[in-house]
């Protein structure tokens, strides 16, 4: 019975290391979010970049608009660091050019 508690209660902390902040209004038309993640080894952001991108394209789409980014922060993760994008944008006209 200890161990199921040991185990449930790492598996608890693991998660709570993962996360979004979803969009954060920063000013007029600015945007920020960010996303972590509690990675074992030696790994790129590169998931967290692709997660910050697809939040902030669904939150500019909603509003008619395209995302024009404003700051990219990306931290791989390591020994005692998490892997992290964070994401500062603003949502600007659907560019109409032909294809």
Known sequence: MKRKGWVLLAVTMLLAACGSTGIVK?????????????KIGFVTASEEKASVYRQANEYCAQQGKEVKTLNLDMRNSGFGKQASATLEFKCVAANKEPA
Do not use: D, G, Q
């Not at 038309?29 to 509690?38: L, Q």
């Open 26 to 38: 920063l000013e007029e038309n600015r945007y920020m979010v960010s996303e972590k993640n509690a």
